[in-house]
């Protein structure tokens, strides 16, 4: 199985940039995942990183490193609609698997 | 362009009862699944299909059926719900469950309290 570990609460001030870290453990995986999740709303999807290095996307970029099981989510020039939980996901190499995510963090940007 | 559609977006059931919550898709997606989503929690993984016929069960599977008669639909089915149940339900589909399903489509969720 898989493990993934999030901090649940992140604060930053608009303007700013702000890392959120995803470490894992699992034994093989196709790539890791982000996902953004506004109140009320549902997730949706933000970035992949199937290789090791930096995938950038805009204000957003994200980190993996396969050697290390870690991997973080960076938005840069945060914005207040940045406030919002994200979530990282992996899925498993072996047969057919599902999409398995971290219990997500809550990001709140202030002024 | 629909997407993931879930219905009914809210329900309230008395302990006991049963319902289902629908979940369609229309991308021709091969994979699906349904989430639960409670506070603090994430997102944990109830139920999932591979394709048409094939299901299988996630984190937390113990209240809920589910069945994949067609690629479009994968119905959720709480047979006796209980207070525990309250929760936001998410149906998702990916193209299909290896790499090239590494994006997850979400539909707008389901709000169930089970009184």
């Known amino acids: 199985g898989q493990s993934l570990e999030q901090p649940s609460e992140v604060t930053a001030v608009e303007g700013a940039i702000v890392q959120i870290n995803c470490t894992y453990q699992t034994s093989g995986f196709y790539g890791l995942s982000w996902y953004q999740q506004h109140d009320g709303g549902a997730p949706t999807f933000l970035s992949y990183n199937g290789l090791d290095g930096l995938e950038e996307t805009g204000r957003f970029s994200s980190f993996l490193s396969r050697s290390d099981s870690y991997g973080y989510l960076l938005l840069q020039e945060l914005q207040m609609k940045d406030s919002a939980s994200y979530f990282c996901?992996?899925?498993?190499?072996?047969?057919?698997?599902?999409?398995?995510f971290g219990k997500g963090t809550r990001l709140s940007v202030i002024a | 362009n629909a997407g993931v559609t879930q219905t009914p977006k809210f329900q309230v059931l008395k302990t006991g009862q049963s319902m289902t919550l629908q979940c369609a898709q229309d991308?021709?997606?091969?994979?699906m699944s349904w989430y639960r989503q409670d506070p603090g929690m994430g997102l944990r993984l109830i139920h999932y299909s591979v394709g048409a016929g094939i299901t299988d069960q996630g984190e937390v599977p113990n209240g809920y059926n589910v069945s994949r008669s067609t690629t479009e639909d994968f119905p959720l089915r709480l047979l006796s719900a209980a207070p525990s149940q309250t929760s936001v339900y998410f149906c998702a589909s990916s193209m299909t469950s290896g790499v090239a399903g590494r994006e997850l489509f979400f539909g707008e969720g389901s709000r169930l309290t089970v009184l």
């Open positions: 996901a992996v899925r498993e190499l072996s047969g057919n698997t599902p999409l398995v």
């Open positions: 991308m021709n997606h091969e994979y």
